[in-house]
Nanobody
Framework: QVQLVESGGGLVQAGGSLRLSCTVS????????VGWFRQAPGKEREFVAA???????NYVDSVKGRFTISRDNAANTVFLQMNSLKPEDTAAYYC??????????????????WGQGTQVTVAS
């Protein structure tokens, strides 16, 4: 059974940083794409970033230059380093896995496995 567990969320002041982690179990994810999505209250879940097995990345424009996605295949873990956080980054953050692909897609419906989410709150 494939499970994704997020951690690292919390409350931070605007301009601060957080590092989210997503640990995958039940599957060796070295050939998979892992993405991060977020959902603010009353809004649709939106793409944030994704990374392929060889390290190719894709970001939504609003986080480029502030967020960095990375992965440690040996540890089955993907990270999202978030710097210069803004109040509009406040949301529940979810990681998701797309098996056996080389495209860091932003299409939410393609991702097969999802974590339960971790809350990020940025105070102004």
């Amino acid at each position: 059974q494939v499970q994704l567990v997020e951690s690292g969320g919390g409350l931070v002041q605007a301009g601060g940083s957080l590092r989210l982690s997503c640990t995958v179990s039940g599957r060796t994810f070295s050939n998979d794409v892992v993405g991060w999505f977020r959902q603010a209250p009353g809004k649709e879940r939106e793409f944030v970033a994704a990374i392929t097995s060889d390290g190719t990345t894709n970001y939504v424009d609003s986080v480029k230059g502030r967020f960095t996605i990375s992965r440690d295949n040996a540890a089955n873990t993907v990270f999202l380093q978030m710097n210069s956080l803004k109040p509009e980054d406040t949301a529940a953050y979810y990681c998701a896995l797309l098996p056996n692909t080389r495209r860091a897609t932003s299409v939410k419906s393609l991702y097969k496995y999802w974590g339960q989410g971790t809350q990020v709150t940025v105070a102004s």
